[in-house]
C-alpha cells in the first residue's frame, strides 16, 4: 500500500522558520516527481514546489525566494524548507506524488499525503 507520510508542520511566528518532511512507502523504485501543495481555508489547493529524482523543481510564484525544496532521492523523502514565514503562509500543507511504481511494476496515480498544518502568528 502506498502512502505518503508528512512531518513538521506547527505554530512559527512571522519570519520565522519551518521544515516539512514527506516520505513514500510501499513503491517500487524512486518516486520520479513529489510535491508540496498547500490549501488555506476558503481558497483552492495550490502548488508550492515540487522536485523530479534528478533534481529539477519548480516553485509556486508566491514562495519562490523563500521556500526550498530537496529530496533524498534513495529514500523517496522530499524536504521543504520554508523561511521567511507570512501569515498568508498559513494553510494545510499537502505531499503529493503524481504517479507511482506498484511493487508488481504497475504505475498508479495521485497520492496524496493527510495534510500537514502550518500556522504562522503575525
Known amino acids: 500500500q502506498v502512502q505518503l507520510a508528512e512531518s513538521g508542520g506547527g505554530l512559527v511566528q512571522s519570519g520565522g522558520s519551518l521544515n516539512l518532511t514527506c516520505t513514500a512507502s510501499?513503491?517500487?523504485?524512486?518516486?520520479?516527481?513529489m510535491g508540496w501543495y498547500r490549501q488555506a481555508p476558503g481558497k483552492q489547493r495550490e502548488l508550492v514546489a515540487t522536485?523530479?529524482?534528478?533534481?529539477?523543481?519548480t516553485y509556486g510564484d508566491s514562495v519562490k525566494g523563500r521556500f526550498t525544496i530537496s529530496r533524498d532521492g534513495a529514500k523517496n523523502t522530499v524536504h521543504l524548507q520554508m523561511n521567511s514565514l507570512r501569515s498568508e503562509d498559513s494553510a494545510v500543507y499537502y505531499c503529493?506524488?503524481?504517479?507511482?511504481?506498484?511493487?508488481?511494476?504497475?504505475?498508479?496515480?495521485?497520492?496524496w499525503g493527510q495534510g500537514t498544518q502550518v500556522t504562522v502568528s503575525s
Open positions: 522536485i523530479t529524482t534528478g533534481g529539477s523543481t
Open positions: 503529493h506524488a503524481p504517479r507511482v511504481v506498484l511493487p508488481g511494476g504497475d504505475y498508479d496515480y495521485n497520492y
Open positions: 510501499g513503491t517500487s523504485g524512486g518516486v520520479y516527481i
